[in-house]
């Protein structure tokens, strides 16, 4: 199938562009790889894109000691390549390279990606996990910052107003000697997960577990995020036992069937995949501890 007819609009600035937004009630396009597909197929039918790919400055990827925003602009495979931010925070690129396959990664944008909202994405579920944000513009009401937990409204819809666009998001580094793993399933190389788990796992100087939490993708309408900290009850690192996470899990988490698999194997899923992550970010905080 084709799209709907639209008008095409292409500013080159950022007041521009909110101008255009707020005027047509059309739909920003950056990467466009989860966009067009979806008016392809008609399930979106917006009246005019605004293209904002011409726009100087929205590109940018920055690593301060606290944080790296990311632009609107910035390519996944930009993103997965930056060894800055891999340096600074490496669950970025430990999540980003499982973005579907490198044809799309090389064109389709992380905030996009973020914007988009689909619940079995991978990006959303690091910003959650991370306690992230985004930066919101529109040329009548100027620039708010959204934390990750007030973003995604449901699935495929987040709470940009219409007439604002996404110029960045922000991902804070996690604390010292803390390590991190991204894991998920799903039916063929580059698809969709069936359920995705980041991990991150913060150790005190004598190698303890003080902090744990998860953040889990296509188990629900938006990421969830679960604070599994009390699972260690302060075990070092190599004697904590990640099994006793299945019924903090199992609380947290409604997985609803599918064309692709059943509830309850999501929440199999959700649970041997949660250990899986846990084990990996604590031998990745150990090293880090360690280095």
Known sequence: MKPASFVYHRPTTLDEAGDVLAAT???????????????????????????INPI??????????????????????????????????????RATACVAHPTIRNRGT??????????????????????????????????RSVAAGDFFVGPLECCLRDDEIAVAATFPHPEPRTGSAWVELA?????????????????????????????????????????????ADGATHDAVDWTGADDLLDSALEPEADIHATAQYRAQLARVLTRR?????????????AA
């Open 25 to 51: 009630h059309g739909k920003v396009l950056a990467g466009g790889q989860s966009l067009i597909p979806i008016m392809s197929m008609r399930l979106a039918s917006p009246p005019a894109l605004v293209d």
């Open 56 to 93: 100087p400055g929205l590109d940018a990827i920055e690593v301060t000691d606290s944080w790296v925003r990311v632009g609107c602009l910035v390519r996944h495979r930009a993103l997965e390549l930056d060894g800055d931010a891999y340096a600074a925070n490496p669950l970025l690129r």
């Open 110 to 143: 992380t905030v996009g990606s973020l914007v988009h909202a689909d619940p079995a994405a991978e990006m959303p579920g690091v910003l959650a996990l991370l306690g992230g944000s985004v930066e919101a513009y529109s040329h009548s009401a100027g620039t």
């Open 187 to 231: 039916r063929r190389h580059g698809d969709y997960a069936l359920v995705g788990v980041g991990a991150l796992v913060t150790l005190d100087a004598d190698r303890h577990v003080v902090a744990a939490r998860v953040a889990l993708i296509s188990v629900s309408a938006a990421p969830v995020v679960v604070d599994l900290a009390a699972v």
């Open 277 to 289: 992550a846990l084990s990996a970010a604590t031998a990745d905080a150990a090293h880090r501890a």
